[in-house]
């Protein structure tokens, strides 16, 4: 048989659980903007009745439960690095497209003027003004091919120093992650480390955005992070921090982890972006620019060197003689005893004076198919490196704008699992008050029940 | 059905706003100046052609300038050659006045005295000079081709008898400096000042044989500045064919390079105001995202 006053102790339970939906209800709408959160929800049951002659003992708080799609936030980390990876790759190619110069005011303008100087030559080979000409043409085009090398690797450079930035961001995400596992493997109970996994879940996102990072859910709650092959970052509360260290002979960074080195390992993320175009992409840019000034160089030294200056001798180079094609852009210059001396031009292949064979010879090389097996002209040379460059910087980009679409879409998936809706939570608002209000009402019925009880056994 | 929630209304909107006012700044750019290519990724095929329209373009305008120079030095040398044309002619007419019996000593001294004259002339049109370089004496256009050291004495040709050429096209070319001795000499054993001296003898002496070799020399000689000239006119008349050529080529050059890079100004234009028409209603969009919600309406 019940008695009224614990039937004033379940109320006393159903309005602190009604109480409860509220808080949750507020929680909800407090944390609307905070990346990461997943909505929360509070879960009841209904008590079953002790003695006989009651119908139960009113409702009880099971817990609160974070809703989320474990397979969406996977996908969500699977997909982040290829879109971020594509994105830094745009941002860094793009330095370098810029540096290739306008079409038609770099390095093929030089070309041109290069050319016209020696064919200028070739119509008064003992004018002195054309010889200079000549000269200042050459040491154009020589310093155009040096500063374009230089800007290449400069912008290497840029993109090693991205990468370094980088590394410095996940070595502290990853820190963080490792401390939030401590505090999740310590909380007493699930529901006091439901904010601690939303800031996981928000880190382990930023952290998917700068490397391609394997996640592994631990027993007691947090997670483990590996990255490249398999190579551990957080075992537990273990952080393992990215090392990097510069390598010769340009200072680039090398990255290990325990030891091991994974620079080639890293493939995604925005980490692997920058990797890929520091060590892929540019090298790339650079040997072709190398293989086009080698080209030019000795195709110009060989015609040269067969003629006969103005002084009567057999002609020498007129560029430094490139060592090997590697290189050869950046020590492109004009040979020094030439550029002070105009006299030292070859302008025919014979001693007398007006002989232009060789200034037509070097002039005709413009349209002469040199490179690529005896195919290409030297500037279809440069307009192949254009070419190369402006295409993978499109390709980057397109591919960056197509996965931000997935990204967004996967995004949009979590949220209608994950995400607060205001307009519910108003009506979860409306609910727990009313609900409050009915049990409430509920308890002042008990109470004058109980009055009356008393009165009735008082007199 | 999905759940619509607070932050995927923002991102949904804040991502079309993003992308419509990126295609408005890109088509406003290309209306502004005028590119399709304004970055080597806008279009890298197009990017690498215009290249090589280029290279072609700069080529055509390197021939078309040493077309015109060339021409002007190729006008001297035809006067140059006209000249030489008429005191041959003069010579000979000297000369056969010369021959016969019916000149008296005193005319055959004038006689010679006025061949004297029409060889020096001639040495002098065979030494012209053009910007300080010798247009008769082949490559070596510093050496002086003939350099009389004494009068009647006869000098030899100091010149080259290589020629040089200049390029006015692919496989076209024009002779700049010409062999004198070509015109001087040819195939004769001796050249035409030792045969004007030996006939500027004959005439003074009245030695009618030797007068005749002498006209036949004179003779040959002419024939050979004639040819001279002939191809002199015939470059010329290369270099003018050829400059038509090179302005056709020029005209196509930069008609493909346009296409290739230059944008077509209505439909930039066209492109410009539709990107402004979504722009504005993505923004609108945004405005009315969250206007009322349920909180609104709870009491």
Redesign the interface.
């Known amino acids: 048989m019940g008695d009224l006053f614990s039937t004033l102790t379940s109320v006393s339970r159903a309005l602190d659980a009604q109480r409860y939906g509220l808080d949750v209800a507020g929680q909800n709408i407090a944390n609307v903007n905070t990346p990461g959160y997943a909505r929360r929800t509070v879960d009841l049951i209904a008590l079953a009745p002790e003695a006989p002659g009651t119908a139960g003992r009113g409702v009880d708080v099971v817990g609160v439960r974070a809703l989320r799609d474990r397979l969406l936030e996977t996908r969500l980390t699977n997909e982040m690095p290829a879109q971020s990876r594509e994105a830094a790759m745009a941002e860094a190619l793009s330095v370098v497209e810029s540096a290739l110069g306008k079409p038609g005011t770099s390095i093929d303008a030089n070309l041109q003027k290069f050319f016209d100087s020696f064919a200028e030559l070739s119509e008064m080979p003992t004018s002195a003004s054309h010889r200079e000409s000549v000269i200042i043409q050459g040491e154009g085009l020589a310093a155009a091919f040096s500063d374009m090398a230089g800007r290449l690797e400069s912008a290497r450079l840029d993109a090693d120093r991205a990468a370094r930035g980088t590394v410095d961001d996940i070595n502290s995400l990853v820190e963080r992650i490792a401390a939030l596992n401590v505090s999740i493997g310590n909380a007493s109970s699930r529901e006091r480390s439901l904010h601690a996994r939303d800031e996981q879940f928000d880190l382990v996102r930023q952290l998917s955005e700068l490397v391609d990072v394997q996640v592994l859910d631990r027993e007691e709650g947090g997670i483990d992070l590996s990255i490249g092959n398999g190579r551990s970052v957080v075992v537990g509360e273990t952080a393992y921090k990215i090392q990097v260290s510069s390598t010769a002979p340009n200072g680039h960074a090398a990255l290990s982890v325990n030891g091991a080195n994974i620079t080639s390992e890293i493939k995604s993320g925005r980490l692997g972006g920058f990797l890929q175009v520091r060590d892929s992409n540019i090298p790339d840019y650079m040997s072709r620019l190398d293989t086009l000034a080698y080209s030019v160089a000795t195709e110009v030294n060989a015609l040269h060197s067969a003629g006969f200056d103005q002084t009567g001798a057999a002609a020498g180079t007129f560029f430094t003689a490139p060592a090997a094609v590697a290189g050869a852009a950046k020590g492109m210059a004009v040979r020094p005893a030439l550029a002070a001396d105009s006299r030292l031009i070859a302008a025919g292949s014979t001693t007398d004076a007006g002989n232009n064979t060789t200034a037509r010879a070097i002039a005709g090389l413009r349209e002469a198919t040199v490179l690529n097996g005896n195919t290409a002209t030297l500037s279809d040379g440069w307009g192949q490196l254009v070419y190369r460059v402006g295409r993978d910087t499109k390709t980057a980009t397109d591919e960056r704008n197509s996965r931000q679409e997935i990204v967004r879409q996967i995004d949009a998936l979590r949220d209608a699992v994950s995400g607060v809706s205001l307009d519910e939570e108003a009506m979860n608002l409306l609910k727990f008050q009313r609900a409050y209000e009915a049990n409430a009402r509920f308890f002042q019925v008990i109470d004058q029940t109980l009055e009356m009880l008393l009165q009735m056994s008082g007199r | 059905m ?7 209304q923002y ?2 909107s804040s ?1 079309a706003v993003e992308r419509t006012s990126e295609a408005l700044v890109e088509s406003q750019r290309r209306v502004s100046s005028g590119k399709r ?9 197009g ?6 329209e ?2 072609a373009i ?2 055509v ?2 021939y078309t ?2 077309a015109d ?2 021409n002007s030095r190729l006008n001297v040398v035809d006067t140059v050659l006209s000249d030489v044309i008429e005191k041959l002619t003069a010579a000979q007419s000297v000369a056969t006045a010369g021959r016969g019996t019916t000149a008296t000593a005193a005319q055959r001294t004038a006689l010679s005295q006025e061949l004297a004259g029409i060889r020096d002339a001639l040495l002098d049109d065979m030494n012209t000079t053009l ?3 010798y247009l008769f ?7 002086k081709p003939y350099s009389a050291t004494a009068p009647a004495t006869v000098p030899s040709y100091a010149g ?1 008898t ?1 020629e ?4 006015v096209g ?1 496989d076209r ?1 024009v002779t ?2 010409f062999n004198g001795r070509a015109i001087t000499q040819g195939t004769d054993t001796q050249d035409l000042f030792q045969s004007l001296d030996a006939l500027i003898t004959a005439v003074s002496t009245g030695d009618n044989a030797a007068i005749g070799t002498g006209l036949a020399a004179l003779g040959r000689a002419f024939d050979r500045a004639t040819a001279a000239q002939t191809r002199v006119g015939t470059d010329m008349q290369v270099i003018d064919a050829q400059k038509v050529r090179l302005q056709q080529m020029k005209q196509s050059g930069t008609d493909r390079l346009s296409k290739l ?1 230059d944008v077509n100004m209505a439909a930039a234009i066209t492109d410009m105001q539709q990107a402004d028409a979504a722009y504005k209603a993505a923004l609108g969009a945004v405005g009315t995202v969250s206007r009322v ?3 609104d309406y ?1 009491k």
């Open positions: 999905m759940r619509i929630t607070f932050s995927s991102r949904d991502a290519i304004e970055r080597i990724s806008d279009d890298p095929t990017a690498a052609a215009a290249v090589s280029r290279n700069a080529q305008d390197q300038r040493t120079n060339v910007h300080g370089r004496g082949g490559a070596a256009v510093t050496t080259s290589a040089a050429m200049a390029d692919n070319s700049i400096a890079e919600s349920l909180m709870l």
